[in-house]
Nanobody
Framework: QVHLVESGGDSAQAGGSLRLSCAASGESINSRCMVWFRQTPGKERERVASIAADGITTYEDSVKGRFTVSKDAARDTLYLQMNNLKPEDTGTYYC???????????????????????WGQGTQVTVSS
């Protein structure tokens, strides 16, 4: 099992930037499909960005061109660089590690919530206009 701890959440103005970090321990994330999810009150967690074991990244349409997911193999840390923030980016952001048998690491189709093995505790991002 991998223990995930997010940080970097904060309040920001629209147009600003934040960088979220997700530090892993207990097991390397490098062989995992890693995903950033976002959740707002009353809604299910939604996939925002993913990075597969081979480094391929995918993004939800509303964040394409603004968010960048990356990982530092040596530090076992996942990042989400968030630029040109918009109020609709507000939410709690979770990093997650998928099971090795997850069908897809492409956020358009997966991984589904049932395919996530490990979750971080979440970090709050609030963007004001």
């Amino acid at each position: 099992q991998v223990h995930l701890v997010e940080s970097g959440g904060d309040s920001a103005q629209a147009g600003g930037s934040l960088r979220l970090s997700c530090a892993a321990s207990g097991e390397s994330i490098n062989s995992r499909c890693m995903v950033w999810f976002r959740q707002t009150p009353g809604k299910e967690r939604e996939r925002v960005a993913s990075i597969a074991a081979d480094g391929i990244t995918t993004y939800e349409d509303s964040v394409k061109g603004r968010f960048t997911v990356s990982k530092d193999a040596a530090r076992d840390t996942l990042y989400l660089q968030m630029n040109n923030l918009k109020p609709e980016d507000t939410g709690t952001y979770y990093c997650a590690a998928a099971y090795s048998w997850a069908v897809s690491c492409n956020v358009v189709v997966g991984p589904r919530l049932t395919e996530i093995r490990d979750w971080g505790q979440g970090t709050q991002v609030t963007v004001s206009s």
